[in-house]
């Protein structure tokens, strides 16, 4: 390494040299054979897909996960734990935690939301990707009634306000958040069944 280099790379520990000079970043090695990420990913023996195919790619994944577990047992699995978090819900409610009934309610229709997407072998990442996704795929595309449609958004967003402190929700207001769940969950069961 030459006296500059060196100079440099101290002058930057020592808080002289704002920025640290990187060797070889950014460059082909010097064999041709191409960029620095082909040569790592030849190397190492993997690729990573640009953004959208890997995306897509997990997105197929899913959903021969979702076909591989028998669609029929795992729809009854993730109703189950829907119905359980409207239990919890509930459980908290009378034992006045009105924010975290809230929160469980809130997940209740997520999960129902979730396997309403995996049975069009569908599957978001995040949470407004599922509510956007169920919304067009399900509700516009899918025939279910818009009015259910709403609860899962209004849902998510009182949850949000619950869990960042924009809100202190009272009993009443879990209680009725929780049944907007219960209308939910029973609402994709039956698109479910009919859409089988």
Known sequence: MGAGRRASRVGHRLGRDPRPRRLGVG?????????????VRQRHGHHRAPGRERGARRAEEAGARARSHGGTARRLTNLARSR????AARLLAEGDFAAQAVSRAY??????AELALGSLEESRSKHSGVIAA????VVREGG?????????????????AVD??????SREDAELSIRDAQRFVDAVESWLTAHG
């Open 164 to 169: 960042y402190g924009e809100a202190d929700p």
């Open 27 to 39: 460059r082909a090695p010097a064999d041709g054979t191409g960029s620095l990420a082909a040569f």
């Open 84 to 87: 359980r978090e409207i239990e």
């Open 134 to 137: 169920f919304g067009k795929l």
């Open 144 to 160: 279910l009634d818009e009015p259910i449609g709403r609860i899962l958004r209004s849902l998510f967003e009182q949850r949000n």
């Open 107 to 112: 997940y209740a229709a997520f999960y129902a």
